[in-house]
């Protein structure tokens, strides 16, 4: 799909991996819609690329339908979703003070997955009736699982949990949407500079970053979105979890 005028709305595009592919989209003549809970600073990146923003909280249907609504009267209807809202703990199943927090476990689970699933329904359902574009394309729906998926590790239960939610349901909603004309694909980042990563001392941030093969460093925030674009030009691509980790493979701990 030709990114260039077209409408896209980034969860969680208010920082790290969203904010990078908002500003990539927008770069590339998308006009940009951020969905965030973060007002301030959301505001301010909407500002600084030309887009809107709407306050958002991915796991209330309301709130996301009024971010939908902001960008179909602000851009037009929408044919790109990108999935980067998400949060992250960590905590053993067995710990020194008892069992795992199931509130912490529920809440990663709700954001995390079905927040994704809740923000690729309602924008699903209006690009289902948009008129189609190259091969019959009518949209495209990323979202963001993690290389924990597949490797988890000791104390990211409910992360990986919540992660591998969203790998395992890629290929039945990308076979449900072939029928509408809309592709979707996950990308599966490894160990990426974020905020997130940002709170680490930088003795462990190198110690991470040395366990990557090649290249033995952390990846970019630009790097993921540079795989948004790709995947949303290249219309082949479809029903796919595509790893971004530097062929890293976690250890247990």
């Known amino acids: 799909m030709e990114l260039n005028g ?34 301030e600073r959301g505001k301010n990146i ?53 069992p795992h927090d199931l509130e912490m476990f529920s809440k990663i689970i709700t954001v995390n997955l079905i927040g994704t699933f809740n923000a690729t329904r309602l924008f699903a ?21 993690s290389v924990a998926a597949f490797d988890g590790q ?11 939610g969203i790998h395992s349901m890629t290929l039945p909603i990308a076979r449900e949407f072939a029928s509408f004309g809309i592709r979707t694909c996950t990308i599966a980042p490894g160990i990426l500079l974020t905020p997130l990563m940002d709170v680490l001392p930088e003795e462990a941030q190198k110690s991470l970053a040395e366990s990557v093969p090649f290249p033995t460093r952390l990846g970019k925030a630009d790097e993921y979105a540079s795989l948004v674009r790709h995947i949303c030009e290249n219309n082949y691509i479809n029903g796919e979890t595509i790893r971004l980790d530097g062929a890293l493979r976690m250890a247990p701990k």
């Open 154 to 164: 000791i104390g990211q239960a409910a992360y990986t949990a919540s992660k591998g």
């Open 125 to 145: 359902v209006e690009a289902s009736k948009l008129e189609p574009v190259e091969d019959g394309e009518r949209g495209v729906v990323l979202m963001t699982a």
């Open 46 to 98: 909407a500002n600084d690329i030309g887009g809107i923003f709407s306050k958002c909280d991915v796991v209330d249907s309301n709130s996301i339908q009024a971010g939908l609504s902001l960008a179909r009267d602000k851009h037009g209807p929408s044919r790109i979703l990108v999935n980067c809202a998400g949060i992250a703990a960590a905590s053993r199943v067995v710990g020194r003070n008892g």
């Open 6 to 39: 077209q409408s896209a709305i980034v969860t969680g595009g208010a920082s790290g991996l969203g904010e990078a592919t908002a500003r990539m989209l927008s770069k590339n003549g998308a006009k940009v819609a951020i969905l965030d809970l973060n007002a």
